[in-house]
């Protein structure tokens, strides 16, 4: 059976734009694909984490995959610190990675600016750890939202040249990005991408918002000039709500513009808060009625069957490299 892998890291509370842009897409994968699905710890530490905090954040993460529709007795879901050859493959893999390739990642471009005063080795190398994330496993595929396609390149990359070196080893996995919603844009303004970490809380809707809040960030969403309910190249605000309101209701844009053709913005937020309250209230029931001893179990079960396939990979690395 193919593999699909991927990840999210536990900073923060999970958004609307890791539910469009990935989660959605890992609920759909896990009936056809062997499914492996990481809270990626060690990612977020290249970043300044509070530790009681992340120990909740990687516990709310694992529970956030489970209400959104991923099964665990379809996908492997697990913690990415409790498998040690993540950071055993990475070290590995940054033998093979260069300085110039690492330098281009725009994502660190971006994190070195946000966190000048904590520009580590570790927020370097995070490509190179997701690397070796992903090719533990031997994906064909990779759900992820647009923002991660130069990483999954990288890993392609890095597979390609530790195979040329060492001979076959790794599979070059495919980014699997969505053409809409790989992109979820901020709500306060439509040329960022939704983030955790936006300067204001208004840019994102987080699944844990209460429904008072989520109808309010909708009330204030920017717009585009004009009145017409309508997307388009111009109207990168109302396309950015169009798109969140057709992925969570299951209709086409198309039609939801016809439904609101003649109506202004007004009639559009409030069912577009209609549509996304209650998505994030069905969330939330499911979500708080998670027991979380239940939920630690899931993630031990989920550790000891992702340590026998990386645990083979690493085995064969090694062989290959010469490591007695
Ligand atoms: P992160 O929160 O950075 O760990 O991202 C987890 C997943 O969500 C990754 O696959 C990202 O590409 C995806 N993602 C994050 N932000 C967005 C967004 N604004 N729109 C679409 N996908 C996103
Ligand atoms: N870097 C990803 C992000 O910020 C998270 C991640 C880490 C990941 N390892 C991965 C995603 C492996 C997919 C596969 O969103």
Redesign the pocket.
């Known amino acids: 059976m193919k593999r699909v892998f991927?990840?999210?890291?536990p900073?923060n509370n999970?958004?609307l734009?890791?539910y469009?842009?990935?989660?959605k897409n890992w609920v759909e994968l896990q009936n056809s694909y062997d499914a492996f699905y990481c809270v990626?710890d060690l990612?977020a530490i290249t970043v300044k984490q509070d530790p009681k905090q992340l120990r909740q954040n990687v516990l709310n993460v694992a529970k956030t995959y489970l209400a959104l529709g991923v099964d665990p007795d379809k996908s492997t879901i697990f913690v990415q610190s409790h498998v040690p050859q993540h950071a055993e493959l990475a070290w590995v893999l940054n033998t093979i990675a260069k300085l110039s390739e690492l330098e281009r990642m725009t994502q660190f471009k971006d994190k070195a600016k946000e966190h000048k005063e904590n520009i580590n080795m570790g927020l370097f190398d995070y490509p190179v750890l997701m690397a070796s994330d992903i090719l533990l496993y031997s994906p064909e595929v990779v759900?992820?939202?647009?923002?991660?396609k130069q990483h999954v390149e990288l890993t392609r990359d890095l597979a390609a040249r530790f195979n040329s070196l060492y001979g076959k080893t790794f599979i070059e996995p495919k980014p699997l990005i969505n053409k809409e919603?790989?992109?979820?844009?901020g709500l306060d303004d439509p040329t960022k991408?939704?983030?955790?970490s936006a300067a204001s809380a208004n840019s994102y809707i987080a699944l844990l918002d209460s429904p008072e809040v989520v109808a309010k960030k909708i009330s204030r969403a920017v717009t585009d000039s004009g009145t017409t309910i309508e997307s388009g190249a111009d109207r990168p605000a109302l396309t950015n709500l169009l798109t969140i309101y057709s992925l969570l209701s299951n209709q086409s844009i198309k039609n939801i513009e016809k439904e609101y053709a003649g109506k202004g913005y007004a009639d559009f937020k409030k069912g577009l808060a209609q549509v996304v309250t209650q998505f994030i209230s069905e969330f939330q029931s499911k979500f708080n009625a998670l027991d979380d001893n239940k939920v630690k179990k899931i993630l031990e079960e989920g550790a000891a069957k992702a340590k026998v396939v990386a645990e083979k990979k690493m085995e064969e690395v090694k062989t290959k490299m010469g490591l007695l």
Not at 20 to 23: D, E, F, T, V
Not at 143 to 148: I, K, L, R, T, W
Not at 193 to 196: E, F, V
């Open positions: 991927s990840g999210v890291q900073t999970l958004h734009g890791n469009l842009g990935a989660i990626v990612h759900p992820v939202g647009e923002d991660q919603g790989a992109r979820i844009m991408k939704m983030s955790k």
